[in-house]
């Protein structure tokens, strides 16, 4: 069989290496550029080479954006007092397509997993400590919305230990249960006990 040529090869090599891209779907996505008009693909080139061009990090909340303070931070309809905390910038996606949060956001940028390698001095928890400390007493409330894994679990806890002491701070957790739409024979032991524990009136 006849080898690809290097051009073709590099990009399936590039394009495996992006996370849920296996060589499989990198060559399909070659192939399928391949058959695009040069203007399309000067238009994805420019838009990965600009990716990085025009974004800075919040240094409020730590969310890439286009400004300092991004958005949200500098909208005043927000309650500055609410901030929710979570793993990556994409949680911030899917909480504002809720319109339930009001406040703001702290963005960790991962969580502690000391398997890969990642402790809290590779996350923003100084800087999440540092933004409540600024509060100087008022009253805060902190949400702690990392997965529910083992890790995000840890992560939220060793969080809860750094705030516990600030006075007038109020550290809640998002609730967890079924999904919508979820069968209760398939659900594990841990959603189940969660689902119960987090039952309100009706």
């Known amino acids: 069989m006849s080898e690809l040529p290097a051009s073709i090869q590099n990009l399936i090599e590039e394009l495996s290496k992006l996370p849920g891209i296996g060589r499989k779907t990198a060559a399909r996505l070659t192939f399928y550029l391949l058959k695009q008009s040069d203007h399309d693909l000067e238009s994805l080139g420019k838009a990965v080479l600009d990716l990085k061009a025009n974004l800075k990090l919040c240094q409020t909340c730590w969310n890439f954006a286009e400004s300092d303070p991004c958005k949200i931070c500098s909208n005043t309809a927000r309650k500055i007092d609410q901030i929710l905390v979570v793993e990556d910038p994409l949680d911030v996606i899917a909480f504002e397509r809720t319109n339930e949060h009001y406040g703001t956001y702290h963005v960790l940028h991962g969580i502690i997993n000391p398997i890969e390698g990642i402790g809290p001095d590779k ?62 024979e398939y659900a594990d032991e841990v959603t189940l006990s969660q689902a119960l524990n987090g039952r309100r009136d009706y």
């Open 123 to 184: 996350l923003t928890v100084d800087k999440l400590v540092a933004r409540v400390k600024a509060f100087e007493g008022k009253p805060v409330e902190i949400i702690l919305a990392t997965n529910p894994s083992l890790e995000g679990e840890a992560t939220a806890s060793f969080i809860h230990q750094q705030l516990e002491n600030i006075p007038n701070l109020k550290i809640t957790r998002i609730a967890r249960g079924l999904p919508v739409g979820g069968d209760l």
